[in-house]
């Protein structure tokens, strides 16, 4: 394993500040008020809506937008092979009632480790649909749909790797008064690819699984806490899997800064990311 003991440390100290404000709201839900249909009160007792999503898995949320999602981050990923700088966009949808689409694509550059070539250009494009359904309950809500990734990234640049790849999806999200749990579990048919210019990859049918939760603090900001993990893509390769904690800093009702950090636990994972963004909904 490629990991160092700080890096196991690092993960330590990521995993006690993704369960403290969990804790700390669950210990205050007695207080709250009762959740109204597509909201949850917070511990400040403020409302958290459609505007509460995730980073590792946006698409894979059970949430869908109310009209229309614009964001555009600035992503850093660090890892042994390759560190990528890449700007980010996505947007996503509801054309009808209850159905999300979307897309996102970016534009960056790779710094390799010697001998291995590095460059500039695009990723790979993603495009979702989804379908989301609630039981009228006021706590429980669901989504299913699927992920399109289109080879459209420049993968002699370490930056796509010039692969077709469909993900189908199923995801839940539940609310307590205080705080939103997530889960979301998929199956990926990956197509025959390349990177770097290694010989060609061998396309693997794998497994996906995320958890995370949402804790709407006050009508400032909310955190973010995700686990993602994913089987290998590629034959012999290594599977995925992030921790990650970040903030929806709400500036406006329509506008919010999200920064976040995450953290590798498995070698087919970057070390450490960050990420920086800004999203506007309406």
Known sequence: MRKSRESSQFALALTVLLLLPPAAALAQETDSTSA???????????????????????????????????????????????????LFGQAAFQP????????????????TAPGVQDGTGATDLDLWGKYYWNMHNQTTEFSAG????????????????????????GAIRYRLKAVVITGTIGLQLNDDGSIFGSPDLDGELSVSA???????WSEAFSFVGELSWK???FDGADDDARLLAGLNLHLSNRSMLRPAIGLGLEDGAPDVQIFVGYAYTF
């Open 36 to 86: 109204s249909a597509g909201t949850t009160t917070t511990a400040g007792g403020t409302n958290t809506s459609t505007r509460e999503r995730l980073y590792l898995n946006f698409a894979e949320d059970a949430m869908i937008v109310d009209e229309q999602w614009w964001e555009g981050w600035l992503q850093y990923d660090d890892s042994d092979l390759a560190d990528r700088t890449v």
């Open 96 to 111: 009808w009632q209850d159905f999300e689409v979307g897309g996102r694509v970016g534009f960056g550059s790779t710094d």
């Open 146 to 169: 699927a992920v399109l990734t289109v080879p459209t990234g420049d993968d002699s640049a370490g930056l796509g790797f010039d692969a077709f790849a469909l993900k189908g999806f």
């Open 210 to 216: 995320g958890a995370g939760v949402i804790v709407p």
């Open 231 to 233: 089987t290998e893509r």
